[in-house]
Nanobody, 124 residues
Framework: QVQLVESGGGLVQAGGSLILSCAAS????????MGWFRQAPGKEREFVAV??????YYAGSVRGRFTISRDNAKNTVSLRLNSLKPEDTAVYYC???????????????????WGQGTQVTVSS
């Protein structure tokens, strides 16, 4: 049974940092794309970052501020959030996929397994 569990969210002031972690279990994820998405109240869930066989890719809104990394031996993926802004406030989800390709890595519908999410709140 595949399970993803996020941790590390919280309340932080603008300009601060957080590290989110996602622990995956149930099988090996070394060949999966592992990504992060976020959803703010009243908005669609949006792509944040992904690490996959083709490399690493970020949404434009977080590029240069967020860093994604993975540890295949531990089945974990992390997201470091720096220079946080109030507009980064959202529930952050990790997700995995074996189906994504270069043109679909940002498409949430191509991800098969999701965590329950962790809240990040950035105060101004």
């Amino acid at each position: 049974q595949v399970q993803l569990v996020e941790s590390g969210g919280g309340l932080v002031q603008a300009g601060g940092s957080l590290i989110l972690s996602c622990a995956a279990s149930g099988r090996s994820f070394s060949s999966d794309a592992m990504g992060w998405f976020r959803q703010a109240p009243g908005k669609e869930r949006e792509f944040v970052a992904v690490t996959w066989s083709g490399g690493i890719y970020y949404a434009g809104s977080v590029r240069g501020r967020f860093t994604i990394s993975r540890d295949n031996a531990k089945n974990t993926v992390s997201l470091r959030l720096n220079s946080l802004k109030p507009e980064d406030t959202a529930v952050y989800y990790c997700a995995t996929s074996r189906r994504v390709a270069g043109s679909t890595i940002t498409d949430r519908w191509q991800y098969d397994y999701w965590g329950q999410g962790t809240q990040v709140t950035v105060s101004s």
